[in-house]
T-cell receptor
């Protein structure tokens, strides 16, 4: 199966600064990489995703980059706001079984 | 569209009893549903994959006789925690993949918090 590692486990940033979370995966057959935001006691919310045929994707203040050769992908949040405070999970899916393998999560705190 | 509900949202039960959790796709048909468990401050761990009309497939280390999954229709899957014990206390989340939709896109339910006393 797929193994996804995520760093850092916690991240504290000043409002307005950028936040970067990095993940690595083990199986080169993985081809879909979603990022989820989870607030306490709530369901994970998909915030952005990237497929293996794309190197970068951006949606307003959020961007994701993928390096297939190195098997890592990163989430970038610019101009952070207090409402960005949450736990963020990266995940990867193998093309043949559609099972999500989650990273351990990053608790992001945006200081006002 | 693509709304998934879970019932109940939280449940408290005594040790040794069984608890049933329902996962419903409200506005689409779900060919596959997944069941996850999330302990406090941890990630989501896949427990099993449920396909309509067939037996669920369980991840390694998940007891199929303890966590009974039934996917009787294209809009409903149930997870029954049998003979629950305090260590089964967790946040249980389901997700659904829609028929005719990208298979990698999972729509998550709101979760069910289980506390076993």
């Amino acid at each position: 199966g797929e193994n996804v590692e995520q760093h850092p486990s916690t991240l504290s940033v000043q409002e307005g600064d950028s936040a970067v979370i990095k993940c690595t995966y083990s199986d080169s057959a993985s081809n879909y990489f979603p990022w989820y935001k989870q607030e306490l006691g709530k369901r994970p919310q998909l915030i952005i995703d990237i497929r293996s045929n794309v190197g970068e994707k951006k949606d307003q203040r959020i961007a994701v980059t993928l390096n297939k050769t190195a098997k890592h992908f990163s989430l970038h949040i610019t101009e952070t706001q207090p409402e960005d405070s949450a736990v963020y999970f990266c995940a990867a899916i193998l093309s043949n079984d559609y099972k999500l393998s989650f990273g351990a999560g990053t608790t992001v705190t945006v200081r006002a | 569209g693509a709304v998934v509900s879970q019932h109940p949202s939280w449940v408290i039960c005594k040790s040794g009893t069984s608890v049933k959790i329902e996962c419903r796709s409200l506005d689409f048909q779900a060919t596959t549903m997944f069941w996850y468990r999330q302990f406090p401050k941890q990630s989501l761990m896949l427990m099993a994959t449920s396909n309509e009309g067939s037996k669920a497939t369980y991840e390694q280390g998940v007891e199929k006789d303890k966590f009974l999954i039934n996917h009787a229709s294209l809009t409903l899957s149930t997870l029954t925690v049998t003979s629950a014990h305090p260590e089964d206390s967790s946040f249980y989340i389901c997700s659904a993949v829609g028929a005719g939709r990208p298979q990698e896109t999972q729509y998550f339910g709101p979760g069910t918090r289980l506390l076993v006393l």
